[in-house]
């Protein structure tokens, strides 16, 4: 059956792309009929997905520009084009008040999370997308409009994110159109020190009663990278279960910020 959302035949490349929220889209987008390269630290991890998705993949970080061109390079070659951008890969790093934050791991938040989007967005207007357009979605974070504790590295630098999809999105017009998700607390091995432990708490304390999966996240990106949203563009779609209007469900303290100020990535 044809899918309705008109990425048969199409290219994307997905970053942060083998396990996660990052997986999850590769995955659909494949469903989708589209053609999909990944990308990941992991070498084996990015084979063995490029392998189930009948796509390719490149091991690397996005922090090393010369790593984002070879993803680029790589994309052109095997598939002849580059319609879609998903720049998931992310950092949480450094966690913890900003006023103990190390230099280099607040400069390594912004690139990662930051110049990295733009360096790649930058690799695929200039080889496909400024003469046949495209789209590009940013996966950003409901947290990038409030301020919470512990994570004010990626809080900040995630708002930079938001600010640059708008940005783009101008300047990108009418030939791509660039917009952003922001989820909420979501299944993925990034939050697993937040929703591991008595996760039935913190889906207690959201209007939709449960946390994200991935899928929820990855539908919405697909949504946004297809035809279905040709008229959208410098928009930033929560999926966040109701996170943002909690205040009007429960009088309750929100769970996931005493998690935070409790624990810490790697505490298990």
Known sequence: MTSPYGLQGRAAIVTGGTRGIG????????SAGALVCVTARDTAEVRRVAAELGGIGVAGTVADPAHLDEVVRLALDAFGRIDVVVNNAATNQPYGPLMDADPRAWREAFLVNVEAPLRLVQGAWRAWMREHGGTVVNICTEGADHVGPQVGAYGTSKAALLHLTRQLAGELAPRVRVNSVSPGLVRTEMARFVWEPGEDDLAAGLPLGRIGEPADVARA??????????????????????TSVRAAYSSGTYAVHERLRSRAPGTG
Do not use: P
Not at 23 to 30: F, H, P, S
């Open 221 to 242: 990106v697909i949504w946004l990278a297809s035809d279905a949203a040709e008229w959208v563009t410098g928009a930033d779609l929560l999926v966040d279960g109701g």
């Open 23 to 30: 997986r999850e889209v590769a995955g659909q987008l494949a």
